[in-house]
């Protein structure tokens, strides 16, 4: 505790009031969001920023995953992410050739047409060989990590937490020296769901090495719904794994975890790093902006 | 009052039982009063006996230990020795590359699946899991969920899972339509540890091995959950 306090001392300020909202207008036809989603971004929006989406347990192929994806694409406009995180759950049910079009390729086309770069994670839906799978770039790895600017990306596999990937961790986060450490994986160690709830096992193994060695955010799914923790131990934990499913009504009411959370629609989550900031904005699939903040960095001492 | 002990044993033990306190004699006294009746035992033999049992304690968890380590060798070798079969089909087949389109990974998997089951037809329930080694597994799983967490751990992997109903079979694919449940961290730390193709994996109260790419169950063992 006594290091966290004097290495990273993370403050949040929530933003909803305060940004200043960018609105566009929409033309409604092929390759934008509905009409009724007017583009609101709260996200300040800098130069060389660092910029990304976040979403979970996607694979459908549904149409309301669609919905979700079109949301997505007309952000984009105002907020050109390079990159999206992918929380795992890519593929529900079978995983033949056709599935990877119609619960992946098809959704997400004008993303990709756009040369954004999606990085997996695996969840318990997930078969490994998705690892293989070049629109995911895990580079054939179930764990693994990369870097944009001042951040360093930890996609790991919480599926399958074993000696081999825990040392992988421990040896990669001792050499990193990066401003900002972000985990990302399948299964919440922290959770309101009713459905699932914390995954106390995985958080008795991972926290540790997140307390030591300073990450300061970690998105996970598994959960569907949205969901923001209060920090714990430093941390900001965040759900979003509502990405194309939804269990709604799902977050239990009063749970002392929760910052905020939201159960009633899918959504995803927009980031952006900008310098000692980590601005967040979490859109609906009807274009509702449902939370939005921003977490400070503390400078190191 | 220091004494010389020689009823149990020849090789005496100089004990200061003032110094011992009553909690010693207290132990011991439960102990002796197993004894045939008439068999004599002063207070310095009350702790010898202790202490010889002790000793007897410490033994049988030395030697318990270095055979589970025997059987978790000789499990981890069983292991290798499929991973051996299935490298070397493997290698026989065009490598995936990291940037590999759908077709490729289904085409890949079945070739690979197809192969190694060829190569597998006699394998049996038990030619992994050996008696012994499903034992020591259960023993260890046994030992990590306790109280509170086994309660948890039954909730997850017989009520809430998703792949109920999933046949398991020695030689035949994990459905791919199944849920591939979380395996927890803190047990995969404690059991025997496997080569990067393999997973230990729930289904009911079954415990499976499972080839990561292939997706074939290469053994399975019983009662897991506890």
Known sequence: MKRITASFVLTILLALSSASAQKLSHSGTNGDAPASAPVKLTLPNKENSVRFVVIGDTGTGTEQQHELAQVMLSYRQAFPFEFVLMMGDNMYGSEKTVDYKTKFENVYKPLLDQKVKFYAALGNHDDSNQRFYGFFNMEGQEYYRFSKGNVSFYSLNSNYMDKKQIDWLNEKLAADTSDWKIAYFHHPPYSSGAAHGSDTKLREVVEPMFVKYGVNVVFTGHEHFYERIKPQHGIYYFISGSGGKLRKGDVKEGSPLTDKAFDRDMSFMLIEVAGDQLYFQVISRTGETVDSGVIARAKKK | ?226
Do not use: W
């Open chain 2, 1 to 226: 009052m220091t004494e010389n002990v020689s009823l149990l044993s020849q090789r005496s033990i100089l004990i200061d039982l003032e110094t011992s306190g009553p909690v010693l004699n207290n132990l011991t006294d439960s102990a002796v009063s197993c004894l045939p009746f008439g068999f004599h035992v002063n207070t310095v033999t009350k702790t010898s006996l202790l202490l010889i049992a002790l000793v007897a304690l410490l033994s049988t968890g030395a030697v318990a230990q270095d055979q589970n380590k025997t059987v978790a060798e000789a499990f981890e070798k069983r292991v290798k020795d499929y991973v051996k079969l299935r490298e070397g089909i493997e290698q026989k087949m065009p490598k995936l590359s990291t940037e590999a389109k759908p077709e490729e990974i289904e085409v890949h998997k079945k070739q690979l699946q197809d192969s190694v089951r060829a190569a597998r037809t006699g394998a049996k329930h038990g030619d992994i899991f050996t008696p012994d080694a499903a034992a020591m597994i259960r023993a260890i799983i046994k030992e990590e969920f306790k109280g509170k967490d086994r309660v948890e751990l039954r909730k997850t992997v017989l009520v809430e899972a998703e792949n109920k109903g999933t046949p398991v079979r020695v030689n035949y694919p994990y459905p791919e339509v199944k849920e591939l449940l979380e395996m927890p961290p803190t047990l995969l730390l404690k059991l025997p540890q496997l080569p990067k193709q393999i997973r230990y994996r729930f289904v009911g109260r079954n415990m499976l091995l499972v080839d990561r790419e292939n997706g074939l169950i290469i053994d399975y063992m019983t009662d897991a959950i506890p």
